[in-house]
């Protein structure tokens, strides 16, 4: 049982690890996809700029795709992760209802830039809520290294233990096993040398 709680300890932080990883690599794809709304308004790149973010609402949602079996199991994070995802598709639909501007209006658009601000907000609000997942996610980590030391210390008491049990155990046969065999035979030899020494009243018990 030790040895398959310590392994669960390892488990789990090598997890949590991995999640730790994929919320990061979130938030600076949330980070990053603000930027080419941000670059079309101001620079002037049209095609290319839609295409840079297209590439990355392409990569966001492929980091939700690998939390989202994460996070629906954890309930304190089930919550995070909806708000975070609900945050982005909108964050995208203000992207592209940006550059649904003719690039020629975009510049200097009030409309515009009401959507840019809305879109600023919702990144941030996103980036915040990642924050405090990934908050969670260290303070999981650290109470499974905990567990994982605690594991340790336990299977290392455990195996001293054990150590020791058997050298008591093998003193205990040494004892019956002299007591049973050797004395019988030392007794039998002791009546035996007698006997040939002309005593025949020498006997041994069986």
Same mark, same amino acid.
Do not use: C
């Given at each position: 049982? /030790?040895?398959?709680?310590?392994?669960?300890?390892?488990?789990?932080?090598?997890?949590e690890? /991995?999640?730790?990883?994929?919320?990061?690599?979130?938030?600076?794809?949330?980070?990053?996809?603000?930027?080419?709304a941000?670059?079309?308004?101001?620079?002037? !790149?049209?095609?290319?700029? &839609?295409?840079?973010?297209?590439?990355?609402?392409?990569?966001?949602?492929?980091?939700?795709? !690998?939390?989202?079996?994460?996070a629906?199991?954890?309930?304190?994070?089930?919550?995070?992760?909806?708000?975070?995802?609900?945050?982005?598709?909108?964050?995208?639909?203000?992207?592209r209802?940006?550059?649904?501007?003719?690039?020629?209006?975009?510049?200097?658009?009030?409309?515009?830039?009401?959507?840019?601000?809305?879109?600023?907000?919702?990144?941030?609000?996103?980036?915040?809520?990642?924050?405090k997942?990934?908050?969670?996610?260290?303070?999981?980590?650290?109470?499974?290294?905990? !567990?994982?030391?605690?594991?340790?210390?336990?299977?290392?008491?455990?195996?001293?233990?054990?150590?020791?049990?058997?050298?008591?155990?093998?003193?205990?046969? &040494?004892?019956?096993?002299? &007591?049973?065999?050797?004395?019988?035979?030392?007794?039998?030899?002791?009546?035996?040398?007698?006997?040939? &020494? !002309?005593?025949?009243?020498?006997?041994?018990?069986?």
């Amino acid at each position: 049982p /030790r040895l398959i709680h310590l392994q669960a300890a390892f488990q789990d932080i090598r997890e949590e690890t /991995r999640e730790m990883q994929m919320v990061m690599a979130l938030k600076f794809a949330i980070s990053q996809a603000v930027m080419p709304a941000n670059d079309y308004l101001i620079v002037g !790149g049209d095609y290319d700029e &839609r295409a840079n973010f297209e590439k990355i609402s392409k990569e966001v949602e492929e980091k939700f795709s !690998g939390l989202e079996p994460h996070a629906l199991n954890r309930p304190d994070k089930n919550e995070i992760f909806l708000a975070v995802r609900k945050d982005y598709l909108d964050l995208k639909q203000k992207v592209r209802q940006i550059f649904a501007i003719p690039q020629e209006q975009a510049y200097g658009d009030a409309r515009a830039g009401h959507l840019m601000e809305g879109l600023d907000s919702l990144a941030d609000k996103a980036i915040w809520e990642i924050g405090k997942w990934h908050e969670i996610t260290n303070k999981e980590i650290s109470e499974a290294e905990k !567990g994982f030391a605690h594991a340790q210390r336990e299977l290392i008491l455990f195996s001293l233990f054990l150590i020791l049990f058997l050298i008591f155990s093998a003193l205990v046969i &040494r004892v019956i096993l002299t &007591r049973s065999i050797v004395e019988p035979i030392e007794s039998l030899l002791g009546a035996t040398q007698k006997i040939m &020494r !002309g005593d025949l009243s020498a006997r041994a018990k069986e």
